[in-house]
């Protein structure tokens, strides 16, 4: 008798002490992700709707690629003059979220859009993640003041926000979540914030897919083999050249970035040099394929043999773009450079190609961020499960191979890698 | 020039500080994955097939569920004459883990092995997961002596191990090896033995199906609708109900542990008197879907409507069995608690039965275990990448609402839920 009391005391502890506070916190992180998502979500659908427009336009009128300084002077001009506060970009984000002092500025949303589209739309090397990130967390941020939350809630929000950023953008909300949890600290998750992430992850795929039915490139790997101890040992070599490609595409975007600082002071003229130098490039190499997103030759990557070297041209091209100061991401050109290099691979390593494609698109990526788990689920959700193995182990060693430095200065290491 | 050079020394101090020590460390773990993984699947691969014997044995010979004391009073014996130093199982994996003192005694292997194929042939209630990763862990835990391994080593070792045990048990090697990382701490991923994990996984699951051609039961879930609003909405009440299920059974267990301690002084008699019981209730209730793996009811539930208790009975069923000191897992009857739920729950929720069945599946064990993440991949690897949304959120909210305790008294908590 007294037993069973005490259990029912128990129980209402439970529900008082454990149950009700998660219920509540719950229901706030729901709202909250609702209106951030959406509204994240929205955003992304814009931004691809606007980067199809621009990459589209730029094919059709290839005098476009001539202007690329121009742009570029623009871009440059245009941050200089409103951006300052706003110029680290993803690197922002993550030093605010280690060391809060203030709201990140509504501004960087309408800025890295702006300067993202130019970019492309005049013919630079560069990808979206960057743009949806920091849109999402400029977004998410500004409900920090209107929802007056306390700083611990502030983290969650830049979170959820991207969470939100990278699963619209990508249409993969699960990696988007994992991506939140994963970018912020090398080598550790960390879970206090997970039901945020994929709340917002979630309702902003969702916004962009199916409410404004922004289009997401679909992947195909026809075959994949059972996995047999030789291509667990085939995996490995893979993945380290994955990880050197990731690392490499790093070091090339950072010490462009140097010489630019160090060559030219005056901000507004570093996209103009780079800009000229891309162009000039282009007009020579006699080819689009290493500009803009890169999205057809990624997708040719899975079914045609391709040059060798159009990894070690894709890394060239983005981080000359980036380092000179355009605005974009670096993940499309990850998976670009991935992709490729997977195809090339496939000549030595005897897995098909669009699986060793496939790996080598989220495994770059892997290593040059240090997000070995989002990358296995990103690989899932874009070419199924059973290429699930493959990805995940080649993301495993590239991750491993990549130093304890990638493209985000800013990140911080949480664990050694071993 | 002189940039060059510097670059080149930069490029050599890569190689000998980063490269080369990455490459060795994965050299080193390769070959002992190998070795562990080779031993630890075909230990699983063993057990799966006494298994399979013992469950099919008692089906047709079901007057050996009277003999259910006989065999508890046999169990208990062998631990107490010779199993004192392994009593502990998964708890004692994880205090050694923590806090080293000394090899595991490899005699947990056996010992287990024993106790959980003898509870299987007798009728008790359990699973197999525990059996698993204790043979993995002893095993893995013998490297240490043989190879004279550092301390830091050991975690490692005792990491892939776990890993290696559960992949080769479920058949699932990447929720095996994120098991094996999130397992150890609460609300935390380690990076740190992340490629010895996954490599033990992999070989593990290779020796045990594809070399020993064991048998994995396959699920199928024949429609997934896409993600709306509304289903995210209904993914939420589903997360809670699994999360209080699988919180409901870790207090079962420990409830009844507790009683057959404080109530009855010799060990060996607990087994028989909560042997005694179960096979007095499976005589009554006239069935013997409540013991076992279940796994025919947990494929029931995928496409049948099943009487709404069930997952209340079988709780019961397999906290009595556990509690009492049968050996086995909680896992397969977490499974069946989970898909049974969500069987019930589809006549309130308006999502597909077999998908809610599948969501119950790994959500319940996302509660009680705090493994989220692992979770999210057995059902994307068990149920197909299309399930991953569904799923993941459930098992993200199951692990919320469970409390911050488990199955697993031994969890330490890496970072607060929420």
């Known amino acids: 008798m007294l037993e069973r009391a005490r259990e029912l005391i128990h129980f209402k502890r439970f529900v008082q002490t454990e149950f009700y506070p998660s219920f509540l916190y719950t229901l706030k992180w729901l709202v909250l992700a609702i209106f951030i998502g959406l509204l994240i979500g929205s955003a992304s659908a814009f931004f691809l709707f606007g980067l199809q427009w621009a990459t589209d336009f730029r094919e059709e009128h290839l005098y476009l690629i001539a202007l690329l300084p121009v742009g570029g002077f623009l871009i440059g001009w245009v941050y200089y003059r409103f951006g300052e506060s706003v110029v680290k970009g993803n690197n922002q984000l993550l030093e605010e979220f280690y060391n809060p002092l203030r709201t990140i500025p509504l501004r960087m949303a309408p800025l890295v859009l702006f300067g993202t589209i130019a970019t492309h739309l005049f013919g630079g090397s560069a990808g979206r993640e960057g743009t949806a990130v920091q ?24 979170t959820l926000g991207v969470a939100a950023g990278f ?19 090398i080598g550790r998750v960390r879970y206090e914030s997970i039901l945020p992430a994929f709340l917002g992850a979630y309702v902003a795929d969702y916004a962009c897919a199916d409410f404004w039915h922004a289009h ?20 490995i070599p893979a993945g380290i050249c994955f990880g050197l490609a990731g690392r490499l595409f790093a070091k090339a ?37 290493y500009i803009g997103l890169g999205v057809p030759t990624i997708m040719e990557a899975f079914d045609a043999e391709l040059p060798w070297y159009d990894f070690l041209a894709k ?25 490729t290099l997977g195809n090339m691979l496939s000549g030595v390593i005897p897995l ?5 494609a496939g790996m080598g698109f989220v495994a770059v990526f ?25 990805v995940g182990l080649a993301c495993v060693v590239a991750y491993l191979f990549s130093g304890h430095s990638g493209i985000y200065g800013s990140q911080v290491i949480g664990s050694p890698k071993h």
Chains 1, 2 share one sequence.
């Open 135 to 158: 849109m999402g967390g400029a977004i998410a941020d500004q409900f920090t003041k209107w929802f007056k939350l306390k700083p611990i809630d502030r983290k969650t929000v830049i």
């Open 167 to 185: 699963a619209s953008i990508f249409g993969t909300p699960l990696a988007g979540a994992i991506f939140a949890l994963e970018w912020l600290m």
């Open 216 to 235: 997401h490139t679909h992947y195909h790997i026809p075959f994949i083999p059972d996995l047999s101890l030789a291509n667990v040992l085939w995996i």
């Open 253 to 289: 975007t950072h010490i462009w970035s140097e010489l630019f600082k160090q060559g030219i002071q005056y901000p507004p003229l570093r996209p103009v040099v780079g800009g000229a130098i891309v162009a000039i490039l282009v007009y020579l190499v006699g080819t689009t394929k």
């Open 315 to 339: 890394i060239g091209f983005t981080s000359l773009t980036l380092g000179a100061g355009f605005k974009g991401g670096e993940v499309t050109p990850l998976f670009y450079t991935g992709a």
């Open 352 to 356: 098909p190609m669009a699986l060793l």
């Open 366 to 390: 892997s290593g040059a961020t240090n997000t070995p788990l989002s990358c296995t689920l990103m690989g899932i959700e874009l070419f199924g499960a059973d290429s699930g193995v493959y």
